[in-house]
């Protein structure tokens, strides 16, 4: 790997451990606040609302800078909306403009992969990066869950500093050179040139599977999040901090998930990972049986690991066919509007399902059995197509 490339690691583990901290401070402030239950879920409608509406914009905004100054712009978004929140906006539009900050970011932080490094090291490469990430939501999750358990107030002002920290980093990420560029960058010529770029990765058979699968595991994994701090507060009787350690055993399944796929996985046989994802959502499902904490931690560690493990080959398909077609940028802004597309469905289902005071081991099974249909039809598709 390329001396630049573990900057960028650093970079976004930093960022994305802010992120992921000043969720469950959110959570926490709401909490003090006395929101109603179904106000948790909305906060990440708000955060991947800005992923949706600004998907053709971020996309040309990556692509025409140096990636490593988009970065540290995004970030000095990401830090305003963090000081909002301590300066007493409510939390749903503070983490609002945190998004807009993430929506910015995310495709400067994939698309310069393809730029920094060889195909031959794209699986590899978002082993590291999936697997830093996950890392820092397991810390972020324990940490801003403990934090904010004695003053969330001060676990904000915290992040806040996160958030610089991230920034310089950015600084020293090197300048590359900037390809596809458009011609034209106003509204109606960078709303065109999105429709193209989303039209050919959906044609593409590779882009359309792998897209598919993404958006599947963007939309379900953040919703998970979300039920199992709800599933273990009910069925497990943990208070907010120990719950959001239950969230870092997924996360930490991620992880390993990702490492192994990064080692064993080539990017010619990454869409022969699919069926994991149907055994995932079986194990979704069996949480319904589990009342004791350990057995919980191993079973959502498990569903951890087949997550990575299918996720990882499969983004990494996603990027290169994207790279070849469209461009980095405009293809991972495709891409996070139809992941973060999934997430604002899944998660608007999830607080509907809340609102209605639906049973936690009902919305469970619910949620298990989307996951088998949908990876089901995914991979009946792709097996049209060989």
Known sequence: MRKGFYTLLVAQFLSALADNALLFAAIALLQQMHA??????????????????????????????????????????????????????????????????AAAYSPAKYGILTELLPPSKLVSANGWMEGSTVIAIILGAIIGGKMANID????????????????GFNLFIPKLPIDHTIPKKDLVSLLS???????????????????????????????????????????????????TQMTAMVALGVAVGSIVAARYISLENSIKVLPAGIVMGLMVIAMVLV???????????????????????????????GHLLIGAGHSIAVQNFNENLGILILSGAYTLMVKANLHIDHIVVIFGLFVIISMSMINRLYRRQI
């Open 193 to 243: 040139d999105f429709y193209r770029s989303f039209i050919a990765l959906w044609r593409d058979p590779q882009g359309q599977v792998s897209l598919s699968v993404t958006t599947l595991f963007w939309g379900a994994g953040a919703t998970l999040r979300l039920v199992v701090i709800a599933w273990a507060g009910i069925a497990l009787n943990l208070n907010l901090d120990h719950a």
């Open 291 to 321: 009342r004791e904490w350990h057995i919980a931690a191993t079973l959502l560690f498990l569903i951890g690991v087949l997550s990575g493990f299918f996720v990882v080959p499969l983004n990494a398909l996603l990027q290169h066919r």
């Open 152 to 167: 969330a107030q001060a676990a904000i002002i915290a992040i806040t500093g996160l958030y610089l920290v991230a920034a």
């Open 36 to 101: 109603p239950d179904w106000h948790k879920p909305l906060l990440l409608q708000f955060f991947v609302i800005s992923y949706i509406v600004l998907a053709p914009f971020v996309g040309s905004f990556a692509d025409a800078l140096p990636k490593g100054r988009v970065m540290f712009i995004s970030n000095g978004i990401k830090f305003i909306g963090s000081l909002s929140m301590i300066l007493g906006m409510p939390p749903l539009y503070a983490y609002g403009i945190v998004g807009i900050g």
